[in-house]
């Protein structure tokens, strides 16, 4: 690699901007072979004699035996401890001991000697173990702490719901058959979320809370505002249409979505690291709207059949499970949608404070589903509600390839500020910046047996240009900063060992 040119001055810009770093010399150029010690003799070596004892300007004992020395080949003397029964230098001086010559020096080599592979081997397993360990991030760990809460969360909506449901006189066996039918579309959109979300992949346990956050906090939510809001609405008018219809075209949008996006909010300063932009805001948001329509689902299939038993469950399911089944998640990825631009765009706060706007685009989209129910509730109603998904759902779908190649674009463009640097080559940047260059490269390591640091090294460039966006946005804090660094850092690593295996 050549050396890339010296940095350039910083910009007279706001101190928020934080320039682009030069990698270290000793980064920027591919790594060599390691000269292996005793390839050749300092100039004033003294021989090495083969006595107990060092050479002179030799170290004595220290730590594990090894220290540097001054004239000793590759700079390195490692001391050898020499049991005493066959130390000469300690033998008394008489006429029958003493030594007929001086002292036999070792001899050494007429040329450098090639490195055996287990010398290569030894050195590649010290270099390992003296690589820094990270550890869990931060995020990481709040992350699965608010799992498992909301976990427990859901453990206990569910157990209020089986019991209010069996209270009522009903099968428990078709409570069991109703959560069954309702977990299927909550995993066809997971489907749809794991293949928008493999460009730039986000935490385990941060996808996990935003299910379980739809599923438990916003149902949960929603279930008791809702039905307060309608037995009021019951009361003021005396009328159960009327109830209804508040209940549904009123309280549910604004209090459903509410719900769910604050759920958006807490992802987006848990997991701020990762929640870089909008197919991020989309995939946090789909989760939490399919979470949240299994809970509401089973509620909508146990009234169904109480009220028309099987025929009832397979109209609802028809309605909520299929027509309807990307609903909740659309809703939600829109207000993730908008806040993942402005934090891309303005960074943190308005990030987190658009939340208060960004919901309006769901609420809509939301009421305008539920009254369509009230509008059109025969065979034909039901009918152009189906037109109507299908023309929405495949907008959504269009939207999530739109901001998979988008993110791919930032991609590229933010590893070329840092290939220009020198951290990486262009063709480097092509590779792991377009998905034919990933492919090439996951082929190519793969006939090395590299491919698991090959994934590594896509992964974690990817979040290195995410993490570079993060600071042109909010500026240069010493958290993104010193994420940053750990990356480069890694990104050197990664780089190495590809080399090294090629």
């Known amino acids: 690699m050549t050396h890339p040119p010296s940095a350039p001055q910083p910009p007279q810009q706001p101190p928020q901007r934080r320039p682009l770093q030069p990698p270290p010399r000793e980064q920027q150029q591919a790594p060599g072979r390691q000269q292996a010690p005793g390839r050749q003799q300092g100039p004033g070596q003294q021989p090495f004699t083969g006595h107990g004892s060092a050479p002179q300007g030799g170290p ?32 008394p001086a008489g006429p029958l001991t003493r030594a007929r010559f001086a002292p036999a020096p070792v001899q050494r080599p007429q040329q450098a000697q090639p490195d055996s592979a287990w010398a290569t081997q030894t050195r590649r397993i010290q270099e390992v173990q003296q690589q820094p360990k990270a550890g869990m991030p931060l995020p990481i760990v709040l992350g699965w702490i608010l799992a498992v809460l909301l976990g427990l969360g859901l453990l206990v909506l569910l157990t209020l719901l089986f019991l209010l449901y069996v209270l009522e006189g009903s099968s428990p066996g078709a409570w069991v058959l109703e959560a069954v039918l309702a977990s299927f579309s909550l ?38 505002v809702n039905t307060g809001v309608s037995i009021l609405a019951y009361q003021v008018t005396g009328d159960e249409g009327a109830a209804s219809f508040v209940g549904a075209v009123i309280s549910a949008p604004f209090t459903e979505e509410s719900a769910k996006g604050l759920g958006l909010v807490v992802l987006f300063l848990v997991g701020r690291r990762y929640f870089n932009g909008p197919l991020d805001g989309l995939v946090y948001g789909a989760l939490i709207g399919g979470g949240f329509a299994f809970t509401e689902n089973i509620t909508y299939y146990g009234t169904a059949w ?9 109209v609802s399911v028809v309605i909520r499970g ?17 806040m993942g631009l402005v934090a891309r765009k303005w960074g943190t706060v308005p990030g ?8 309006w ?21 039901l009918i152009v509600m189906l037109l ?24 590229r463009v933010r590893l070329g500020e840092y290939a220009n640097l020198g951290w990486l080559t262009h063709e480097e940047v092509t590779m792991l910046g377009t998905w034919k260059g990933r492919r090439e490269g996951r082929s190519w390591a793969r006939t090395m047996g590299a491919l698991p640091v090959m994934k590594r090294f896509i992964r974690e460039s990817a979040e290195l240009a995410s993490t570079r966006q993060r600071l042109l946005a909010d500026g240069a804090s010493p958290k993104a900063t010193a994420h940053e660094r750990e990356l480069l850092d890694r990104l050197t690593v990664n780089r190495r060992e590809l080399l090294s295996r090629a």
């Open 361 to 381: 685009p769901g609420m809509f989209l939301h009421c305008m589903w539920n009254l369509s129910s009230f509008l059109f509730p025969g065979l034909g109603g």
């Open 187 to 224: 995993v066809v959109i997971i489907g749809v979320i794991v293949l928008a979300d493999r460009w730039d992949p986000q935490p385990i346990p941060l996808l996990i809370s935003a299910v379980l956050w739809g599923a438990a906090a916003a149902a949960g939510t929603a279930y008791v």
């Open 306 to 314: 109480d009220h028309g038993a099987a025929s009832g469950v397979a």
């Open 322 to 338: 299929i027509i309807g089944i990307f609903g909740h998640a659309i809703y939600t990825s829109l207000t993730g949608v908008i």
């Open 388 to 411: 109507l998904e299908f023309a929405l759902s495949a907008l959504w779908l269009a939207l999530i390839a739109v901001l998979v190649w988008d993110e791919s674009r930032l991609t």
């Open 352 to 359: 987190a404070l658009v939340y208060f706007v960004a919901t």
């Open 60 to 91: 004595g004992p220290q730590g594990q035996g090894q220290s540097q020395s001054q004239g000793q080949p590759g700079g390195q003397y490692v001391h050898y401890e020499l049991p005493r029964l066959y130390d000469t230098s300690s033998r």
